[in-house]
């Protein structure tokens, strides 16, 4: 896990890899919008493959031909059914073969380490989220996690309190459970 300046001086994602600068985009179009806003859902298409065969669909969403040939296109989904579990909602997702990968995009409660000892036993889940949203070091944070059918996976997680585009921390293993059940959405 590491924090960079995902920006270059144009505003644009700098990272190594096609995944990883598909992650930072979204984490930046997410930014655009604000806080508090519900999960959201992205398909991830090859695009110079997307160029070729939907051109109408390339041109509608900017993608200029000279685009780096290894990238990766955030197309965003419908809203997520509104009072559905998200692992509910994912269990329900099969992808046609022209996806290379998904992502989403979710804001959650989290608490540091250290506080993870203090939580009181046997709660159940309602119980658990009103003791942590009442917890004094509770941290809001916006994760995005994005999975490849390779197996590939990246994800960036932005603090609320450091909402900056040089704050968020980038890494393949953020956020494991979010990108299992992205990666399950491809075994249909």
Same mark, same amino acid.
């Given at each position: ?18 995944l990883t600068r598909a992650v930072l985009e979204i984490d930046d179009y997410a930014s655009g919008l ?9 398909? +991830?298409?090859?695009? /110079?493959?997307?160029?070729?065969? %939907?051109?109408?669909?390339? *041109? @509608? =969403? ?18 997520l059914p509104k009072g559905t579990a998200l692992d509910e909602f994912l269990g329900t997702i099969a ?15 989290? +608490?540091?380490?250290? /506080?993870?000892?203090?939580?009181? %036993?046997?709660?159940?889940? *309602? @119980? =658990? ?23 590939a996976r990246e994800s960036a997680v932005r603090l609320r309190e450091k909402d900056s585009p040089t ?10 459970? +979010? ?10």
């Amino acid at each position: 896990m590491f924090a960079m300046s995902n920006v270059s001086a144009s505003g644009t994602p700098m990272a190594a890899s096609p995944l990883t600068r598909a992650v930072l985009e979204i984490d930046d179009y997410a930014s655009g919008l604000g806080w508090d806003q519900p999960a959201r859902l992205f398909a +991830l298409v090859d695009t /110079a493959q997307l160029r070729t065969q %939907e051109p109408g669909l390339a *041109a @509608q =969403l900017g993608l200029e031909a000279g685009e780096a040939a290894a990238s990766l296109t955030p197309i965003e989904q419908e809203e997520l059914p509104k009072g559905t579990a998200l692992d509910e909602f994912l269990g329900t997702i099969a992808w046609p073969d022209a996806v290379a990968g998904c992502a989403m995009t979710v804001e959650r409660l989290m +608490l540091p380490p250290s /506080a993870e000892a203090s939580v009181p %036993e046997g709660m159940n889940d *309602a @119980q =658990l989220a009103k003791w942590v949203a009442k917890h004094p070091d509770r941290q809001e944070v916006r994760m995005t996690v994005a999975v490849l059918r390779n197996g590939a996976r990246e994800s960036a997680v932005r603090l609320r309190e450091k909402d900056s585009p040089t704050e968020v921390l980038t890494g393949a293993d953020l956020v494991p459970g +979010l990108a299992e059940a992205l990666a399950l959405t491809f075994e249909a």
